[in-house]
């Protein structure tokens, strides 16, 4: 691999001393990781190990009203939620090591929601969608949790609805990256015709991936769900951002690793 060499001063005593920084020629591609509601980012630390290993810095954290901020759970709204999201990528994306032309997005549930939506706000290569959820555009700065109150989400999702008229699927459909969209088939949740919604919304993406999960509930609640989605997404991020990167390699075989269900039985 190339290097790139830095000179530099070190202060010491009054004076300073010459050094030299080493570093690798090339920048490395970010990713960051968005859980679903009622998770955090204990869920995606097992995935982020793994994806690093493949040359990627990674960036999971916390959505505000969940772990250490779970008395917030309920006064946060969606709009707090975003606010979050973007902090977290223009962290991410500041790191000195980050490639900002190469950031993907993962985001679960609520998270993919989320993720979707950042992608109309900052540069996005690569967004992985595992089961995203779609919200009305009303009531932005409600709390998150009076949405199933105030809105019949189980009826709007168990209908097809066009990128026009939600603010995430408006996202998508403007999104010229590549996509990776994941399904459970037994998702209560999020039912078919919303991920239906997304994948038609994929209109402009330069690749759309889409995989269902055979067996696996919303939560992937089985090991077996989480060891099937851990190396779907290992392996598409190894084809996009490695190969992007090198020009070509070989997506690895299925990883291993301790996992957690992706979020609690509640409300997406």
């Not at 399904?183 to 991920?195: K, R």
């Amino acid at each position: 691999m190339a290097t790139h060499d830095e000179s530099i001063h070190i202060k010491v005593d009054g004076g300073h001393i010459a050094g030299t920084v080493v570093t690798p020629g090339t920048l490395l591609p970010g990713v960051l990781f968005v859980h679903g509601w009622g998770g955090s980012q204990e869920q995606y630390l097992a995935r982020a190990r793994e994806v690093a290993a493949l040359g990627c810095i990674c960036l999971t954290f916390d959505l505000r009203g969940h772990a250490g901020t779970e008395p917030q759970r309920e006064t946060v709204s969606r709009e707090s939620n975003l606010c979050d999201v973007v902090a977290a990528y223009d962290v991410l994306a500041r790191h000195p090591g980050v490639d900002r032309s190469a950031i993907a997005v993962v985001g679960s549930s609520y998270g993919g929601y989320l993720g979707a939506i950042l992608t109309s706000m900052r540069p996005v290569r690569w967004l992985a969608l595992r089961v995203p959820a779609l919200y009305i555009d009303t009531g932005w700065e409600v709390p998150k949790l009076q949405l199933h109150k105030d809105q019949d989400l189980e009826s709007y999702r168990r209908n097809f609805v066009e990128a026009a008229d939600n603010r995430a699927l408006r996202a998508c459909a403007a999104f010229r990256g590549d996509v990776l969209l994941v399904e459970s088939e037994c998702d209560t949740v999020v039912p078919h015709p919303v991920i239906a919604s997304y994948r038609e919304a994929c209109i402009q993406a330069a690749s759309l991936t889409y995989r269902v999960i055979h067996g696996a509930d919303h939560g992937l609640s089985q090991d077996s769900a989480q060891r099937a989605y851990t190396a779907l997404l290992v392996n598409w991020l190894s084809e996009m951002v490695l190969g992007a990167r090198q020009g070509g390699g070989t997506p690895p075989g299925p990883v291993s690793g301790s996992t957690v269900p992706e979020a609690p039985p509640m409300p997406g």
